[in-house]
């Protein structure tokens, strides 16, 4: 398990750094549309890593928001609300037809999640 948590946390890891290089080219809308693409696998593999390292500590947790509020309560993320505003929004993709959603998730993705995502990779890295 010791390996594929490694792996998983070296993929979530990868994705992190691509979100943060297409937040910082960021040039018109088709650019942001990318980002959020990026923000959606980034946080599959934030949860699904979370959940692999719970579950080495015995913890276990079936969905993204109980791993999440898992994550919480072992001290892996501070600001639970952060997060579960992080799949509220995710959720929110797959629906995305109008251009103010769209501008909202962006805003988050760049002014709140970006960071939170990294103190994840940075914990799990302890």
């Not at 080219?25 to 719970?54: N, S």
């Not at 959720?91 to 988050?108: A, G, L, M, P």
Request: proline share 1%; aromatic share 12%; glycine share 4%.
């Amino acid at each position: 398990m010791k390996k594929e948590f490694e792996y998983s946390l070296k993929k979530f890891n990868e994705a992190y750094e691509r979100l943060s290089e297409g937040i910082n080219l960021v040039k018109d809308e088709l650019d942001k549309d990318g980002v959020i693409q990026r923000f959606e696998f980034t946080f599959e593999l934030l949860w699904k890593t979370i959940k692999m390292y719970l579950e080495e500590k015995g913890i276990i947790c079936r969905s993204p928001k109980d791993c999440l509020q898992q994550a919480f309560k072992y001290g892996l993320i501070t600001d639970e609300t952060v997060f579960l505003n992080m799949l509220e929004d995710r959720n929110k993709t797959s629906h995305v037809y109008d251009q103010s959603t769209s501008e909202e998730i962006y805003k988050n993705i760049e002014k709140h999640y970006s960071a939170a995502i990294k103190s994840v990779i940075d914990a799990l890295k302890r």
